[in-house]
């Protein structure tokens, strides 16, 4: 290789090393609108919609959203069921076919609310789902689901702790996990 040859290598490697931070830079002083079904965060509802062959998609909503404005922003062809707010962690499956489809609103599964880092009711959840939650075991979510059983239902989560083993500061570290929704 010439001089000239490894010159030009080493400037074109500088300029390509520069391109992220001048990026960075340049998008850092721009100011983005996102559409209203893209962005997450604690402001927004996440809710699940479950088409007909299964397909399914994750959204997040702003709060007030009702289920024919998600149904009409989400092209969805279908005649809600009643129309009501989106609240976090529902779950609109559609139900039949063509124009005569219709909704039915469920919860989203454990798992899914967990990844989305939305609590799980205490009074709805399985064994299995309860053991999802860090710091709760299989036997701890055994003696749970017998308290409940017991109960009936947990009037709220303070309850837990007369269940063995959870106090207060075991308590803290599940409230981000868990609720009891009336």
């Known amino acids: ?18 391109i992220p931070f001048i990026s960075f830079f340049l998008s850092s ?6 559409p209203i079904l893209s962005t997450a965060g604690p402001a927004f509802r996440a809710v699940e919609l479950v088409r007909e062959k299964g397909e399914t998609g ?6 007030g959203t ?10 969805e062809d279908i005649l809600p069921a009643g129309d009501r707010e989106i609240t976090g962690g529902m779950k609109i499956r559609k139900v039949g076919q063509g124009g005569r489809a219709m909704i039915r609103i469920e919860k989203m599964d454990a798992a899914a609310r967990l990844a989305l880092g939305l609590p799980m009711d205490i009074n709805t959840a399985g064994r ?11 036997k701890t979510a055994d003696i749970i689901v017998a308290a409940r059983a017991k109960k009936n239902r947990f009037g709220s989560l303070e309850e837990l702790k007369e269940i063995r083993g959870i106090k207060e500061k075991k308590l803290e570290k599940l409230r981000p996990y868990l609720c009891v929704e009336p």
């Open 58 to 63: 994750v959204f997040f909503v702003e709060p």
């Open 66 to 75: 009702s289920i024919s404005q998600f149904l009409e922003i989400t092209k």
């Open 1 to 18: 290789m010439t001089g000239h040859q490894i010159r030009g290598i080493i400037s074109l490697s500088l300029f390509l090393a520069l």
């Open 29 to 34: 002083n721009t100011s983005i609108s996102y």
């Open 128 to 138: 299995d789902d309860l053991v999802l939650v860090p710091g709760i075991g299989e």
